[in-house]
């Protein structure tokens, strides 16, 4: 049974950082892109970032420079280092998997929110508040 589960969300001012993980039990990271999505209220689903099992990574615009993802094999884990936060950075955070979308398809140039559909697993989530 694949499960993902966030953590390390909260409540910072503007200008802080945080720093968002997501353990990751019944896959490889070998077989998926594991990504960073987030979702404001009234908003579209967003892909973050993402990472393929070679290391490729990808950003959206919006946090290019600013957050930085990367997987731990050895314990299992997927990152998300933010830095520099903004208000509009206040989201509900969540990791996924897909077995068949490359990085910048899931946040980067090519990507687009029905491609979103074919995300394998999802994890429930964690809130970030970034307050000015």
């Known amino acids: 049974q694949v499960q993902l589960v966030e953590s390390g969300g909260g409540s910072v001012q503007a200008g802080g950082s945080l720093i968002l993980s997501c353990e990751v039990s019944?896959?490889?990271?070998?077989?998926?892109?594991m990504a960073w999505f987030r979702q404001a209220p009234g908003k579209k689903l967003e892909g973050v970032a993402a990472?393929?099992?070679?290391?490729?990574?990808s950003y959206a615009d919006s946090v290019q420079g600013r957050f930085t993802i990367s997987q731990d094999n050895d314990n299992n884990s997927l990152d998300l280092q933010m830095a520099n936060l903004k208000p509009g950075d206040t989201a509900m955070y969540c990791c996924?998997?897909?077995?068949?979308?490359?990085?910048?398809?899931?946040?980067?140039?090519?990507?687009?929110?029905?491609?979103?559909?074919?995300?394998?697993?999802w994890g429930k989530g964690t809130l970030v508040t970034i307050s000015s």
């Open positions: 996924a998997a897909s077995r068949v979308l490359l990085p910048i398809e899931i946040a980067g140039e090519l990507a687009v929110e029905e491609d979103y559909n074919s995300i394998n697993y």
């Open positions: 019944g896959l490889s990271f070998d077989d998926y892109c």
């Open positions: 990472i393929d099992s070679d290391g490729t990574t």
